[in-house]
């Protein structure tokens, strides 16, 4: 199991900017990809998904529970029952799916509340704050349908006019 993601910036010796998108949101996007795969007509049981992507059943149903909350899926219940995309893959973008999981990509050393440095903010916070926003929105323009087409591995052109130009999904 992938304990989470890890993006690192590496200067020397120093590690200056390291991000961590949780096991949560890897598996909510994870689980969100195989039902899109393995969905269609019928709906797809969280047991297929969890003997698929080996995550555990329980750890399943919470993060259905909040992406079903959040309208991303529909459940139906009974023999044969399980969840659909509420969405096709190609409206349904990855921001969302980590978001719907209260899920958060933040590159700064504080989580976001300012207080890095003695209780103050550093010198560098807004810049890291910024970051996490461009992440967000690179995210945000990642479908689960681009995953399926295999574009998610490379940003779009539109995308590499900006800061992500050798930011990469695998």
């Given at each position: 199991?992938?304990?989470?993601?890890?993006?690192?910036?590496?200067?020397?010796?120093?590690t200056?900017?390291?991000?961590?998108?949780?096991?949560?949101?890897?598996?909510?996007?994870?689980?969100m990809?195989?039902?899109?795969?393995?969905?269609?007509?019928?709906?797809?049981?969280?047991?297929?998904?969890?003997?698929?992507?080996?995550?555990?059943?329980?750890?399943?149903?919470?993060?259905?529970?909040?992406?079903?909350?959040?309208?991303?899926?529909?459940?139906?219940?009974?023999?044969?029952?399980?969840?659909?995309?509420?969405?096709?893959?190609?409206?349904?973008?990855?921001?969302?799916?980590?978001?719907?999981?209260?899920?958060?990509?933040?590159?700064?050393?504080?989580?976001?509340?300012?207080?890095?440095?003695?209780?103050?903010?550093?010198?560098?916070?807004?810049?890291?704050?910024d970051?996490?926003?461009?992440?967000?929105?690179?995210?945000?323009?990642?479908s689960?349908?681009?995953?399926?087409?295999?574009?998610?591995?490379?940003?779009s052109?539109?995308?590499?006019?900006?800061?992500?130009?050798?930011?990469?999904?695998?």
């Open positions: 199991h992938h304990l989470g993601l890890f993006l690192t910036k590496i200067v020397g010796n120093r200056i900017c390291r991000m961590k998108l949780t096991t949560r949101g890897r598996y909510a996007v994870t689980a990809l195989d039902l899109a795969i393995n969905g269609g007509s019928r709906p797809v049981s969280l047991a297929d998904i969890s003997g698929r992507q080996e995550i555990s059943l329980s750890y399943l149903e919470q993060l259905f529970a909040k992406l079903r909350r959040e309208q991303l899926v529909t459940s139906a219940r009974g023999p044969g029952g399980g969840y659909r995309l509420a969405r096709s893959g190609a409206e349904i973008y990855v921001a969302e799916i980590i978001d719907a999981v209260d899920e958060s990509v933040d590159v700064t050393n504080c989580q976001g509340k300012g207080n890095c440095q003695q209780g103050e903010t550093c010198l560098t916070h807004h810049l890291w704050e970051l996490s926003g461009q992440i967000h929105d690179f995210l945000s323009h990642i689960l349908g681009d995953l399926m087409d295999g574009r998610g591995r490379r940003p052109q539109q995308m590499t006019d900006g800061a992500f130009q050798t930011l990469s999904i695998r």
